[in-house]
């Protein structure tokens, strides 16, 4: 068993990072289940999205696993991390910290806009236009979502308060 499971991939810790969050995203969807009818749909949206996601991660990762030939590192049960993961891995929470920074300061609207501008560059992506214009559609979508079909109040961020805007 420990060798169909080896040989396959399916001890990989990608592999059992996408069980881990796909059991974790099964117990918060049945968690959520008892909130109220409005604040229990985006929730369980979000969850289903992520659950199918890892779903086709898993498959694809099995996919690839029964496609590659098992090479001696894969054997012993190492697998070769490239410097670049590491600190992309480190972008990101950092750039987590910094959206709530930017939510705080500038209101959920603002905020996300300046995140996603900021998380496209420092990831590497260097057309000005196209950062612009998915990070406005991505922010007009996230304003619809909160505001007008869920109609929840957005926070306004401590700049807008101070100054009564």
Not at 60 to 68: I, P, T, Y
Not at 100 to 121: K, R
Not at 133 to 146: L, P, Q
């Amino acid at each position: 068993m420990i060798r169909y499971l080896h040989r396959y991939g399916l001890l990989s810790i990608l592999f059992l990072t996408d069980v881990g969050l796909l059991l974790l995203s099964i117990f918060l969807f049945f968690l959520a289940a008892d909130y109220p009818d409005m604040a229990r749909m985006f929730p369980r949206l979000a969850l289903v999205m992520i659950m199918v996601v890892t779903l086709l991660d898993m498959i694809c990762f099995m996919r690839d696993q029964e496609a590659k030939t098992p090479s001696k590192e894969r054997e012993e049960g190492f697998e070769a991390v490239r410097p670049g993961q590491q600190l992309k891995v480190l972008y990101m929470v950092a750039l987590i910290f910094i959206f709530f920074f930017f939510m705080l300061l500038f209101g959920l609207a603002l905020g996300t806009f300046l995140f996603l501008m900021l998380s496209g560059w420092t990831l590497g992506y260097r057309k000005f236009k196209t950062l612009i214009f998915s990070a406005v559609i991505i922010t007009a979508f996230v304003y619809v979502i909160f505001r007008v079909i869920m109609n929840s109040f957005l926070p306004e961020g401590l700049i807008f308060s101070i100054t009564g805007g």
